[in-house]
């Protein structure tokens, strides 16, 4: 884990998207109570609940279960599509995210997209952005197992090493909103920031918590990297 202090500690951040880049968490819930009312049946807040964070064919045999009467992937498509709806019409940036976003940009700072919503949604989420802060996207219909499985966060490494190979986990931070989420991102070894929102996080050993994005910039970012590295050569001097 060491690194030349020539290279700046933190190479990457990697971003979660519903939740915690923009609220779409209420678009979710709204096509999830439509598509199983029309089949005769009922959707609570708390069910929803169980779905934040989660891939999208995990909540499709949620809501099958729940009487929804369709294959998983015409489940998968009826949401994306109301969903990718209400977000042409209105991008519901969640506070701080936009400005933590420039400032990262603007300071050289790669960022990549992990989220368990598919490319259609994410492109369109992305195509609203002013400037091309990610550089590149891994979403729910490009992985073999989502979130909470940790596929997604490992793939985003692996994908910035391509260009440079001296990137590891211990140089990526990842914003988290989900329990789903936060658990993928600590299992892949990257330092996980949660920042709850719909549903309350867990206190964690491996996760720092804060409240919200607002007035965070990129030095509180490199910090968490340079913590991780200073308790990493603590460690390596103490055995």
Request: charge should be negative; hydrophobic fraction near 45%.
């Amino acid at each position: 884990m060491h690194s030349s202090p020539s290279q700046p500690l933190l190479k990457a951040v990697l971003w979660d998207m519903d939740g915690t880049l923009v609220d779409t968490e209420p678009y979710w819930i709204a096509a999830e109570r439509e598509l199983v009312e029309s089949h005769g049946g009922t959707w609570s807040h708390h069910q929803a609940m169980q779905l934040v964070g989660q891939s999208l064919l995990h909540s499709a045999a949620v809501l099958q279960a729940a009487g929804v009467r369709l294959e998983a992937r015409e489940i998968v498509d009826t949401l994306s599509a109301q969903v990718i709806a209400q977000v042409r019409k209105e991008v519901p940036w969640r506070p701080g995210a936009r400005e933590l976003l420039d400032q990262l940009h603007e300071a050289g700072i790669r960022c990549a997209l992990v989220t368990m919503s598919e490319g259609p949604l994410a492109g369109v989420v992305v195509e609203s952005l002013p400037k091309p802060y990610f550089e590149f996207m891994v979403t729910g219909d490009t992985v073999t197992h989502g979130k909470p499985h940790p596929e997604a966060y490992l793939t985003a490494v692996e994908r910035l090493r391509l260009e440079d190979p001296s990137v590891s986990i211990h140089h990526c931070v990842a914003l988290e909103d989900s329990i789903p989420g936060a658990t993928a991102a600590i299992a892949s070894g990257v330092i996980t920031v949660g920042i709850p929102h719909q549903v309350p996080l867990p206190e964690h050993p491996q996760m720092i918590m804060w409240p919200t994005l607002v007035g965070r910039a990129a030095p509180d970012l490199q910090q968490l990297v340079a913590d991780r590295f200073a308790a990493a050569n603590l460690l390596e001097g103490a055995n």
